[in-house]
């Protein structure tokens, strides 16, 4: 029987343990954790431009669907105009209720939000598409972030900022989608109306960019010039095929 040399035998146990070591790390990188807590809704204000729902009792009841104007208004049966943007549901209903009491005795008001598009967050930086989208139910930051494409390959996925201003404060939240992505939901914030997310590019994308617009200057002009002449040549086609 051939045994092998002993300082083989070492670099086998020795490699061994270095993987466990690997492995034990990585186990604990990827260990679940759970979201921040949702914050708590003290009320939601309506804006413009909301649609509602206004239920008034008794007979004859009164149901409408309506959408708040640009001017914050909404107008209700028997009532006329009602300031609805920057109240609650039920501010609104109440100013409702005390308005119709003159046309309805014990009149009962219930208003509801059907739609909320007032409510908004934005999205830019190494996404597929950037942009705007309302806040429809609770969005956490990778749904956010999933609404727009997800993100490009240069993004860098452990620099991204939730800006969130309140009044005149602003307050800049750190994100680890990288972690979020194994697990670890600790940056995982619940959007709020305004929010801005901004993913950034890596070192590397930075550097990229900067030497594309040294060395290619006129790249932007180029291609803005070639998307013309083909929307031009497309008008043209159809003009000749008319």
Do not use: W
């Not at 950037?130 to 993100?151: D, K, M, N, Q």
């Amino acid at each position: 029987m051939v045994y092998a040399p002993s300082h083989a035998r070492r670099s086998r146990v020795l490699s061994a343990g270095v993987l466990a070591l690997v492995v034990a790390a990585l186990g604990c990188a990827t260990k679940p954790q759970p979201p921040p807590t949702a914050p708590m809704i003290e009320g939601y204000v309506v804006g413009a431009p909301d649609e509602l729902a206004v239920h008034i009792l008794p007979d004859p009841e009164i149901s409408r669907e309506v959408r708040v104007r640009p001017d914050g208004m909404i107008s209700i049966d028997l009532v006329g105009d009602v300031q609805a943007a920057g109240r609650t549901p039920m501010q609104i209903a109440q100013d409702i209720q005390q308005q119709i009491g003159r046309f309805k005795r014990d009149a009962v008001v219930n208003v509801t939000v059907i739609s909320s598009p007032s409510q908004f967050v934005t999205v830019y930086g190494e996404v597929v598409t950037p942009g705007i989208f309302a806040l429809e139910t609770e969005t956490r930051v990778s749904e956010a972030i999933g609404r727009v494409g997800g993100t490009r390959p240069f993004a860098n996925l452990d620099a991204i900022r939730l800006i969130r201003t309140r009044g005149t404060q602003t307050e800049i939240l750190m994100v680890d989608l990288d972690a979020i992505s194994y697990g670890d939901m600790r940056t995982n914030h619940v959007m709020r109306e305004g929010d801005l997310i901004v993913v950034p590019p890596t070192i590397l994308a930075r550097f990229g960019y900067a030497m594309q617009a040294l060395l290619f200057p006129f790249q932007p002009l180029i291609s803005a010039g070639t998307s013309a002449g083909a929307i031009a040549a497309g008008a043209n086609t159809f003009s000749d095929a008319r």
